[in-house]
């Protein structure tokens, strides 16, 4: 009895299938990923960095209708300012 | 899908460049940005208003002895420690009280009160730009003057519209130092220059203040490089006041101006090519009137803020007396 006994040879069909079915799952499973990277997230979902930001803007405009309220005061448009493109508050 | 947060903004008035996100205000406390936009806090809601002498402004050469409806709302550019109205210079608008005065009710109030001018002062009128402008431009339409009484902090271009309604302006250049802009008032010298400039290229009438206070700008040297400076580039017919500090705000700890420091800066100006210096804040003080340069004798005789007497020929701007003519708005 021996344990190297030579394993008898397999067809070539064989091989080409598990290549082709391997293939496949990889091709999936990065196409998968990608599209999960870049997919929009879906509406109602907020960065926690965002929703901080918006609370805390949020806190701020209750602060100056009471202002308003408290100096009897009204917002009138202003002059010479420039909006800052691509930075929010 | 509206976004979430609005854009910054940047407000380009004054040099000090302010920006703003959602619902946050510059340094001046009054204006503010709300969702995406500029507005002012303080269009129509003067916390001061009251007629005063023009003399008080101080304008020596700009209608002398006549009444001038001098408005003012909270806010500041600046935040001197040595602040004479820091009360509401350094206020919120919200901590003052404020009457509801739009741009109409201004001028009618000032041609009630037999005033031939409107004064955007006390506190500093940048800051209610807005409210400024449209009041000018009404007191024009009505017959009346307009003037600026201020520290310069102004950008160019803002200052070019405001020049189209405005008459005249008093800047109070605080000091001749970097440093002491700096130190004293959290601003910059060379904005305050620049303005002076466009305001007399802009054919503004301009009349300058420098405040001394003890120890901190009463420096001859500083002195005579300022008086220098006004000489050559503004121009010595340029009048300027040397004005006394009285304790306050931050500055309780130091005394009045002794009243031989504001005499020799006084001289150092002359001695520099300027025409017209007088000591202000020194009530009874000689250095109060107007006299002629060229044959030395009294044109306006100020005791306090009246007017005791007048040489100048209104038409012709001229001297009563040799003719020279004298610098000013006379009629
Ligand atoms: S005017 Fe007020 S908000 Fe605008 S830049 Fe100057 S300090 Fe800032």
Known sequence: ??????????????DWISCVFFSVILGLFIIITAESMFQKKPAGTIEP??????????????????????????LTPGRHYRVLEGEES | MTPLLSPKIQCTLCPNLCVMGD????????????????????????????????????????????????????????????????EISQAWPEETRNLD??????????IRSGSRSIAYTYTEPTVFYEYMWDT???AHERGLRNVYVTCGYINP?????????????????????????LDVSGGHLQPVLDAILLMKEL????????????????????IREMSQWIAKYAGGDTPLHFSRFYPNYRYRNLPPTPLEILVQAREIAMEEG?????????PGSDYNSTYCPSCRKRLIHRIGYEVLSFEIDPETSACRFCGTKINGVWK
């Open chain 2, 23 to 86: 619902y946050e205000r510059g340094k001046c406390r009054v204006r503010i940005n709300q969702g995406g936009e500029l507005f002012s806090l303080v269009y129509g809601k003067p916390c001061a208003v009251h007629v005063d002498p023009m003399e008080k402004k101080p304008l020596y050469h700009f209608l002398p002895g006549t009444g001038i409806l001098s408005i003012a709302t909270a806010g500041c550019l600046l935040s001197c420690k040595y602040c004479q109205n820091w």
């Open chain 2, 274 to 282: 300027i025409r017209y210096v007088y000591v202000g804040n020194v």
């Open chain 2, 203 to 222: 054919g503004m009438h301009v009349e300058l203040t420098n405040l001394i206070v003890p120890t901190k700008n009463d420096d001859p040297k500083m």
């Open chain 2, 157 to 181: 271009e803002p200052l070019r519209e405001l020049a189209k309604v405005m008459d005249a302006a008093n800047v109070d250049l605080k000091g001749f130092t970097e440093a002491f802009y």
């Open chain 2, 136 to 138: 000018c431009a009404l």
């Open chain 1, 1 to 14: 009895m021996t344990f190297f006994k030579r394993r008898p040879k397999r067809p070539m069909t064989g």
């Open chain 2, 101 to 110: 005065l739009p741009p109409k009710d201004v001028v009618d109030a000032a």
């Open chain 1, 49 to 74: 960095s965002v929703a901080e930001a918006h609370r805390e803007v949020t806190e701020r405009a209750r602060i100056i209708r009471e202002v308003l309220k408290q100096g009897h005061l009204e």
